[in-house]
């Protein structure tokens, strides 16, 4: 009997069928349906034949971080030993290896020293990540460097919580000053 496909309107998913042996295709169907590959039952469990992806590399890791952000201005502090909490609760950015979009609250915790972030400015340089490929945790780590760059603050945190996307969110939290490496280099 010739293989067959049955297509399922609710998921959109091919289960393709030949005598007695069934196998499911948990894929979503492309356009042209070329991505409808039958599976391959192995003795005691079920191998799925993906197509090649490519693997994360360096250009990933290294994406964005060469940008060119915005000065973030500042204006003098006129008293000491106070915190401030700065938060952008609709922060976005791009993943660079898919193309899909980040959402998240990013969070800066800093105590100034001489100056003070000002706030239109700031708002402006996160802006500047909404189309930018840049893994998230090269986002909170890339804004920390940055606030401590132009506020010099006594301390600082960047806290980025970024939604889930296929099931998993990730908080990343990024302090300075930066602790220091143990005999080990870590």
């Known amino acids: 009997m010739p293989l067959q496909f049955v297509l399922n309107n609710l998921s959109l998913a091919g289960i393709a069928t030949r005598q007695n042996d069934y196998y499911l295709r948990c894929r979503t169907l492309s356009k042209n349906r070329k991505s409808l590959q039958p599976l391959t039952v192995l003795p005691g469990w079920l191998q799925w034949h993906m197509p090649n992806r490519q693997r994360y590399t360096a250009e990933h890791a290294e994406a964005g971080l060469d940008a060119k952000f915005p000065e973030i201005e500042t204006w003098p502090n006129q008293f000491p030993g106070y915190e401030i909490l700065v938060d952008d609760p609709e922060f976005t950015s791009v993943c660079p290896k898919t193309g899909l979009p980040d959402f998240g609250l990013l969070t800066i915790r800093y105590m100034p020293d001489q100056h003070c972030l000002e706030l239109r400015s700031l708002k402006e340089y ?16 890339q804004v920390l460097e940055d606030v401590v760059r132009w506020a ?18 990730t908080v990343v939290t990024a302090r300075w000053p930066r602790p220091k490496p143990g005999k080990n280099g870590k």
């Not at 996160?126 to 780590?141: A, K, T």
């Not at 301390?155 to 296929?166: I, N, S």
């Open 152 to 169: 010099r603050p006594v301390w600082a945190e960047v806290k980025g919580e970024f939604r889930p996307r296929g099931g998993i969110s």
């Open 126 to 141: 996160l802006q500047s990540y909404r189309n930018l490929g840049i893994f998230q945790e090269n986002i909170v780590n």
